[in-house]
C-alpha cells in the first residue's frame, strides 16, 4: 500500500544545532515533494517544493534534499531558533497530478 | 500572507444541526480543496475543485458536499452534523494542479 512516514517522535534540539527531518515514502513515484509547517491550530504554510530531478534546494536556513532511489526526503535547518519549533509536514504529488498526499509531520522543539 | 479566508475560526453545534463552513481566496486560484485533519494526524482530502462548477469527492469518504459557484467562493455544507463530524477543516486553494497550496486558518468544529 502506498505510504508516507515521518518521525512520530518529537524532535527536540537545542538552539543553534541544526535540526534534520525525514519523509520516506513507498509505493508512489511522485513528481516532487514538498514540505510545510504548521502551528497548533493553524493552517499549513508552504516552505520548500523540490522536483524529481533536483537532489537539493536552499532557502535561507532550510535545505531539502530528495533521493528517488531511496525513496526519502530530508529537511534541515540550520542554526535553529525557537521560533522554528512547530510540525513540519511533507507532502507528495502523485504522479496522477493534481493531488498533494500529505505526512502526519514531525514535531519539532527547538529549547533555548 | 495567503488570502485565503475560513468562518468560522470555532462552532461548537448539537447533533442534527445543518452547518455551512466557508472559505473564500482573492487570489484567483482555480484550484482549491477542503482537508480534514484531527490532532497529531495526516490532513485528509475530502473535497476538490478545478473551478467553476466542478467538485470531486477526495480520498476520504466524507458526509459533507461543497459547491463552486464562484472562483473565490467553496463552501463545504454538513445537512445534519454529527460528533463523528468532529474534527479541524482546513480549505486550501493552488495556482497548479498539484502545486503550492496557501491554506486558510482552519474551522475547528466540535458537534455535542
Not at chain 1, 15 to 33: F, H, R, V
Not at chain 1, 54 to 74: A, G, M, N, P, W
Not at chain 1, 84 to 91: N, Q, W
Amino acid at each position: 500500500s502506498q505510504k508516507i512516514e515521518q518521525n512520530s517522535e518529537a524532535l527536540n534540539i537545542q538552539e543553534g544545532k541544526t535540526a534534520t527531518l525525514t519523509c520516506n515514502y513507498t509505493n508512489y513515484s511522485p513528481a516532487y515533494l514538498q514540505w510545510y509547517r504548521q502551528d497548533p491550530g493553524r493552517g499549513p504554510v508552504f516552505l520548500l517544493l523540490i522536483r524529481e530531478n533536483e537532489k537539493e534546494k536552499r532557502k535561507e536556513r532550510l535545505k531539502v534534499t530528495f533521493d528517488t532511489t531511496l525513496k526519502q526526503s530530508l529537511f534541515h535547518i540550520t542554526a535553529s531558533q525557537p521560533a522554528d519549533s512547530a510540525t513540519y509536514l511533507c507532502a507528495l504529488r502523485t504522479e496522477y497530478g493534481n493531488k498533494l498526499v500529505f505526512g502526519a509531520g514531525t514535531i519539532l522543539r527547538v529549547k533555548s | 500572507e495567503a488570502d485565503i479566508y475560513q468562518t468560522p475560526r470555532y462552532l461548537v453545534i448539537g447533533t442534527g444541526k445543518k452547518i455551512t463552513l466557508e472559505c473564500s481566496q482573492t487570489m484567483g486560484h482555480d484550484k482549491m480543496y477542503w482537508y480534514q485533519q484531527d490532532p497529531g494526524m495526516e490532513l485528509h482530502l475530502i473535497h476538490y475543485s478545478y473551478g467553476v462548477n466542478s467538485t470531486e469527492k477526495g480520498d476520504l469518504s466524507s458526509e459533507s458536499t461543497v459547491s463552486r459557484i464562484r472562483t473565490e467562493h467553496f463552501p463545504l455544507t454538513l445537512e445534519s452534523a454529527r460528533p463523528s463530524h468532529t474534527s479541524q477543516y482546513l480549505c486550501a486553494s493552488s495556482e497548479f494542479d498539484g502545486g503550492e497550496q496557501f491554506f486558510g486558518p482552519g474551522t475547528r468544529l466540535t458537534v455535542l
